[in-house]
């Protein structure tokens, strides 16, 4: 039988025949294996349905299309212009948020154990974010959480497996009750209105906390927390009306916002009583003139209207511009952040590596307290050992402008990251309860 | 006292909002013993509808007074087509079957719609703010009341005396009751109950998508607001009494003026507030505040 194969063998004509038929397709194949390395698989979890979808999860499924296809492509502008991570095209699969905690959680667990994807980059809810934080590192699979804002992900416990680029709510509230005692003088007396669940707590929690370390004599007049999609605001609106408050914080966002706005506005509590809106970047181009002049705006963080300069950026709005008509609004720069800092760690742990594809912990290591430019700003992985980020941010106030008929943002004011974040091993609420030690705000 | 004021004003705006979503919900459970979670879906097709058709005659320029007939004309023809499509094409096949199953045929059909409404009107939100500034405005003390609220508490109003009225006093309410109290009995005297039993869908689904068509210029016209509703719009029928309009009509008037004396009172419990009375209600009458026991068939 060896024999008969060898003999075969010696045969020009059949070993053309051979070559062609297998060896040549084989070698091409090895050939285009050796070029292009095995994708990389990224699971993306944003809402697809449901009421945030419009705000949150159209922009980030769209920055996710527009930059997945650019690093494939190789066309993002510098230092991001290697194709994929480290060459390896990413493979992306996209799940849709919607559903309870127990069900973003057993899709995660799908991702990971059924689809077998590298990473998982996602999430807005903070619920979800905190339910998922634990199943991420029981599965040892490394996340990277998106727009979700709470504190408590690395504060209640440290990560090793999951990082969040983008800050935390802490430093929107910081900011915003610097903005506003800059900006109203003499304030005594205030009220909030967020939703009742881990965002809306936290954010007015840090907000409250901020207010009282800078304004010790101001005091809280009504503080209320309607549910989630309430939809119906009038007794709310109502007790805002009758009450004395100078301003209204509110951490609102998506179709909560922007229902609370129109009803709010048909009411002419706007017009009597400022709001200062810390995520409510998101609505402006929905609520346009529809938001009354001088509310203050934030974007969770010195996003879109509030973004620095860079050729980054400019490469980001007119891709993002030209495919959906429409401006990036926040949760698009947020994923834009979460995969540049995923590349960025990923690229440095390949290199690192002498080139070869890293593996996970590689990569976790590579991201730990690492900084790298965004489309709007510069992110250190400074908080949570190295797997929290922060920026500088950005506030300023709402002006409708009617010539041109479209939305601006003016008196921006600036904050330093480390003035309106903690200090490094320092959690949020001590930081806020302890006075703010340790900012450097000049 | 203008605290108080508040809170009776506040009340009656929600109860409207409540009323207007439950109303249709609880006709259907009557008549034809269906707890109907589509009905969340006709108040989403309603929305949107309205969002859409209503908005773009407002743009217009055309009257205000001709926006607001629009607005109940669009909830009617989407009711009219969903609920047949419903009714004929989905419950007529499982009539006489276990309750549960005809539930859980009504919910897929609720998941299936919301799909729909995806695919016809995409993932983005739609407002329809101007019939809130056509409406005006009523200051009473810092209080500035909203036009359209005063006018959705009439509405809901006027729906309620009308809807009790043409159920006691016309011949085809009288021949609903029949159906409602016992349906064989119904039967046997001649009343085509399939009929009945059609009409009644269809005039559900009407109210549910005017209840949408109402509430459009309020909220933000979005994915998923038809989940919010129908569990409020349960509460409020399982305080009345399953299937009885004034039932209806005074479960959303406790629930809502409870939910504003907390908003304003005890913030803290505003949602407690609302499964707090129904818990109350179902424990001292299970059967709801207006529907008698009755004894079951054997």
Redesign the interface.
Known sequence: MRHQIRGHAHSPTLLLAVALSFGLPLMAEGGAQAEEPAPVKIGFVTF????A???F??PDHNAAEILVEALNAGTVPAPYHQVGLGGARIDPKFIDE?GSAADVVTQFRNLVERDHVDVVVGYVSSGNCLAIAPVAEELKELTVLDICGTTRVFEEKPRHYVFRVNPHATMDNVAAAKYVLDKFKDISIYSGINQ?YAWGQDSWRDFRLTMKDLDPKATVD??????L????Y???I??L??SNAQFIHSSFY???L??FM??A?????PQRIPFVLTAGETSLY?LGP?LADGAIIGARGPHSFFAHDSALNTWFQKVYFDRFHEQPVYPSYDFAQSLFGLKTAWEKAQAKKGGSRPTTEEVIAAFEGISFPTPSTTVQMALGNGHQGISDMAIGTYKFNKAQNKPEIVDIVRYPAECVNPPVGVDSIAWLEGGMKGAKCD | MLTAFAIVTDGLVYAAYLFLVAVGLTLIFGVMKILNVTHGSFYAFGAYGAAIAVGVYFDRGFPAAGGFLLMVLVAMAIGLVLGLIIERGLLRLVYGKDEVVVVLVTYAAFLILEDVIQLIWGANSYALYQPLGATGTVDVGALVLSGYDIGLVAFAGLLAVAASFALKHTRWGRLLTVVIFDREIAAAFGVNVSLVYTITFVIGAMLGALGGAAMAPKIAVTLGIGVEVIVLAFAVVAIGGMGSVEGAFLGALIVGECRAAAVHLVPQIELFVIYAVMALVLVLRPQGLFTRAQPRKI
């Open positions: 697809l349905t449901g009421p979808a419009a705000p999860g159209i919607t009742n009504k503080e209320l927390f309607p549910k999609f309430a939809g119906e009038g007794a709310e109502s007790t009306l009758t998506d179709g909560d922007e229902a129109y009803q506005a048909a009411r002419e509590l929905r529809k």
